[in-house]
Structures are given as structure tokens and as C-alpha cells.
């Protein structure tokens, strides 16, 4: 229950940062991955950056306190599903929380896109068993981090990435030049 | 021939400068949110509820099948933190657009010069079929893979982020020319 209400307040204020920083349009998606405007893939880089370092750092003085989950990296499973994800992020512009923030904006677009994901995961249901489970567990390297293939600390490897990334995005431009 | 074009950028930069971008104050406090979502509970994570609401649905009207599909069955029931979660979301976007006073445009378009309502609609129900499903491939989305995984440094979230950005650019650069015949 109390973890719901947590829940609920950071969904709140997730879908207003989205909103704010225009992650919920289509058109600004679709500019970002033409690479004409980079400002959402840099507002997702410095938020990994910034809440990679400081959920390690917390980490660091309270363990216990952590409610980690490391997805498994089934490696075939988890790029086809991405290389899938992404045809339908560039021919929508909506991922599957974004078309939810888009509603609450009243983009009538985010319905379909909303609509198609219910059918998507309909159908996805209705071929599980015979389609995704035999093929995605190839290549199960399991519930995998970065420290560990690296044998570094977490917080080092947090750190390290959270300062390459803010190099990367200090020194790209936000707006780029059409070609 | 490069000195206008400099010139021409000048107050744009010096702009930029003073004026923090909503991309550097919102990615900052996103990353501090996500920090805090797993202090407090988990990491987050969206595209799971979609199954789980699918659940829910033949929980009601076929439950034998509910208990019958093993994905189902993995997924559990839709009265999970995430489904509050995406329930904040909802609210999160009405509550940006109207702090704005802003008017979201009822529908955009991702392709270069196209007008077309309903192609446009289709375009999304189509996207929206392929995140989802692409989703529950991987195991999780842009939320669960790429911000909640890659904050917590998991091997799986940068796979995924590879896959998405690879043909989500290609198919963004693909569509950006309009196609041959057809009225832009």
C-alpha cells in the first residue's frame, strides 16, 4: 500500500517532467532520433548520469535501504526486443509510458498508440508460450552488472559513467543543423 | 561566408547560456526522482502493466485461460506499485500541460511533410503494438531498460538502449523523406 502511494507520487512526477521537457511529442521524438535536436536523448543521459551516481552513493550508506532489481540479460532476447522497440519508437514517437502522459495532455494520437499497446501485449500473451519463451533465454548471461563484468566498485563505475556522459552531452550541441 | 552564420548564432548561444534548458533542471531531478523510486520501493518501470491489465481483463471474462497461460500467470495481478505508477503519469502530463497553459496538438506527425490524420493515427497504433511487444521480448521499455537498467549499471539496460537507438534512428531517417508520389 505505502509503496503504491510512493508510486503514484513519482509516476506524478515523472509524466510532468516528460511533459515538460516535450518527451511526450511525437514530433520532438521524431527530431530527436533524425538527430536534428538532441534535447530528450540528452535529458535521458543526464538523468541515468545523475540517478545512476546517486543511487550508488546512497547505496554506499544505507544497503539495506536499496530496492534494486537487475533485470537478466538474455542478450538475444533483449536486442531483438529492443531492435523491435525501436522501429515502433521512430514510426510512432511514443514509448509505452509517454503515450500515457500524452493522454493526460490530451493528445488524441496517444490513444491509438496506447490502443495498440494493449493489442500488442494481447498478442504477445496469445504467442508466449510458443513463440518468445523458447527463443529470448538464448544467451542468458542472468541478472548481470556493469561492476561486476568490470570487477569494479559501483559506485566507481557510476561515477565514471556519469562523468563520461555529462562530456558527451557538454560537448554535443542540444540543436543541431539540419543537413 | 562563416562569419553571418556566426553572428546569426551569437544571441542564440549567449541565450542558451543564461537561461537553464528544460532538458539539463528536468534531467537532474528525473535522476534524482529515479534514486529515490528505488529507495522507496523499485526501480521504475511501465511496460509491464500492459500485460498485467490484459490479465486483469481475462481474469474477468476467461479466467480459466488467465490461470492456464504461464505469461499471465508470471506477470500477476495489475494491483502492483507500477500500475500506480502509470496512473501518476497521467496525471503528471494533465498537470504539466495545464501548469503551461499549454494546448497539446490533438495529433503529431514523425513523418517529414505528412498531413494525413488518419495515416497518422495508424502510425501510432501500429508503434504502439511494436513497443509494447518489443518491450515484453526485452523485459522491460525506456523506463524499465534503458532509465531504471542503465541507472542501476545492468548489462541488460545497455543492450537494450543499442538495439532501440539503432533502428529507432534508421527508421526516424527513413521516414523523413516523403515518399515518392505521394503529396507532402
Known amino acids: ?179 | 561566408m562563416t562569419t553571418p552564420a556566426i553572428t546569426a548564432d551569437a544571441p542564440a548561444r549567449a541565450l542558451q547560456r543564461e537561461a537553464t534548458p528544460p532538458w539539463l533542471m528536468y534531467g537532474v531531478l528525473f535522476g534524482l526522482l529515479g534514486a529515490l523510486s528505488i529507495v522507496l520501493w523499485g526501480p521504475i518501470g511501465v511496460s509491464g502493466t500492459y500485460p498485467r491489465f490484459i490479465g486483469a481483463l481475462f481474469r474477468v471474462f476467461d479466467p480459466a485461460y488467465a490461470e492456464a497461460n504461464p505469461y499471465l500467470v508470471k506477470m500477476g495481478s495489475l494491483f502492483k506499485p507500477e500500475t500506480f505508477l502509470v496512473v501518476g503519469l497521467l496525471i503528471g502530463g494533465l498537470i504539466g500541460a495545464r501548469a503551461n497553459r499549454e494546448k497539446a496538438p490533438k495529433c503529431e506527425y514523425t513523418r517529414a511533410g505528412e498531413t494525413n490524420e488518419r495515416k497518422r493515427y495508424r502510425d501510432a497504433f501500429i508503434g504502439g503494438f511494436l513497443i509494447v511487444f518489443g518491450a515484453r521480448i526485452a523485459g522491460g521499455c525506456t523506463s524499465g531498460h534503458i532509465i531504471s537498467g542503465m541507472t542501476q549499471l545492468s548489462i541488460s539496460g545497455f543492450i537494450f538502449a543499442a538495439g532501440v537507438f539503432a533502428t529507432g534512428i534508421l527508421t526516424a531517417k527513413t521516414l523523413r523523406a516523403p515518399r515518392a508520389g505521394v503529396p507532402a
Not at chain 1, 39 to 45: D, E, H, L, P, T
Not at chain 1, 58 to 66: D, N, R, V, W, Y
Not at chain 1, 111 to 133: E, Q
Open chain 1, 1 to 179: 500500500m505505502t509503496a503504491s502511494i510512493f508510486a503514484l507520487l513519482i509516476g506524478v512526477g515523472m509524466g510532468f517532467f516528460i511533459q515538460r521537457v516535450k518527451a511526450s511529442s511525437p514530433a520532438m521524438i521524431a527530431r530527436n532520433l533524425r538527430l536534428e535536436n538532441l534535447s530528450v536523448i540528452k535529458f535521458m543521459a543526464l538523468t541515468i548520469a545523475v540517478g545512476s551516481v546517486a543511487t550508488y552513493l546512497i547505496a554506499q550508506f544505507a544497503p539495506g535501504a536499496m530496492h534494486f532489481d537487475i533485470k537478466p540479460a538474455y542478450v538475444v532476447g533483449v536486442l531483438v526486443g529492443g531492435l523491435v522497440f525501436g522501429v515502433g519508437f521512430g514510426l510512432g514517437g511514443y514509448c509505452p509510458g509517454t503515450c500515457v502522459v500524452g493522454i493526460g495532455e490530451g493528445r488524441r494520437d496517444a490513444w491509438a498508440a496506447i490502443l495498440g499497446g494493449v493489442f500488442g501485449a494481447l498478442v504477445f500473451t496469445l504467442v508466449y508460450t510458443v513463440a518468445i519463451a523458447p527463443l529470448v533465454k538464448l544467451v542468458d548471461l542472468g541478472k548481470l552488472t556493469l561492476p561486476e563484468v568490470l570487477h569494479l566498485p559501483s559506485l566507481g563505475v557510476a561515477i565514471a559513467m556519469g562523468v563520461a556522459f555529462m562530456v558527451v552531452l557538454k560537448l554535443l550541441p542540444t540543436e543541431v543543423k539540419k543537413a
